[in-house]
T-cell receptor
Framework: DTGVSQDPRHKITKRGQNVTFRCDPI?????LYWYRQTLGQGPEFLTY????????KSRLLSDRFSAERPKGSFSTLEIQRTEQGDSAMYLC????????????FGPGTRLTVL | AQTVTQSQPEMSVQEAETVTLSCTYD???????LFWYKQPPSRQMILVIR??????QNATENRFSVNFQKAAKSFSLKISDSQLGDTAMYFC????????FGKGMKLTVNP
């Protein structure tokens, strides 16, 4: 297992378009997290899954955002009707269930909304 | 609400010197964990060191050590013998379930 992977690494889109990002976690990890990181800031929590169940969503996750993890393996994050304020790095991380265990981060998907 | 504050936005240090990065946090949880993550330029986030809040002993990982002051809610990172490869953004983070990050501090190690 080579770690957490994310696809695509970069996405440029026009305002109003829909985009979807994919995250493949480390295979034995049952928790998967999504974060958003804007320039000069630390990552901000968006949502997380334990297996296929979405256990928590941040208020940052507006109605235009939806995340799924249908089979408890990979996850997708979709943003509908993108806005320029959505431009950011979207990070995915995975871990075992215990809070002590390290979250392993993927390389991120950098979204630019024109 | 849980918060993490890193008040120093940027620091620089000479190679081989020691540097301390500060972090304070706030939480009402009794069981939590503290982490320092490193994000090198254009590279992904990796864990530097972690500390369980119920442990009084400060964590140490090679050149990296922490000074955990639970009553003061302080969690500083000391990097000894700084190396050029330590140049990165450093994020302090608090976790009970999800990770809450500070804004980060840019560390530059100069030759």
């Amino acid at each position: 297992d080579t770690g957490v992977s994310q696809d695509p690494r970069h996405k440029i889109t026009k305002r109003g378009q829909n985009v979807t990002f994919r995250c493949d976690p480390i295979s034995e990890h049952n928790r998967l997290y999504w974060y958003r990181q804007t320039l000069g800031q630390g990552p901000e929590f968006l949502t997380y899954f334990q297996n296929e169940a979405q256990l928590e969503k941040s208020r940052l996750l507006s109605d235009r955002f939806s995340a799924e993890r249908p089979k408890g393996s990979f996850s997708t994050l979709e943003i509908q009707r993108t806005e320029q304020g959505d431009s950011a790095m979207y990070l995915c991380a995975s871990s075992s269930a215990s809070p002590f265990y390290e979250q392993f981060f993927g390389p991120g998907t950098r979204l630019t909304v024109l | 609400a849980q918060t993490v504050t890193q008040s120093q936005p940027e620091m620089s240090v000479q190679e081989a010197e020691t540097v301390t990065l500060s972090c304070t946090y706030d939480t009402s949880e009794s069981n939590y964990y503290l982490f320092w993550y490193k994000q090198p330029p254009s590279r992904q986030m990796i864990l530097v060191i972690r500390q369980e809040a119920y442990k009084q002993q400060n964590a140490t990982e090679n050149r990296f050590s922490v000074n955990f002051q639970k009553a003061a809610k302080s969690f500083s990172l000391k990097i000894s013998d700084s190396q050029l490869g330590d140049t990165a953004m450093y994020f302090c983070a608090l976790r009970s379930e999800k990770l809450v990050f500070g804004k980060g501090m840019k560390l530059t190690v100069n030759p």
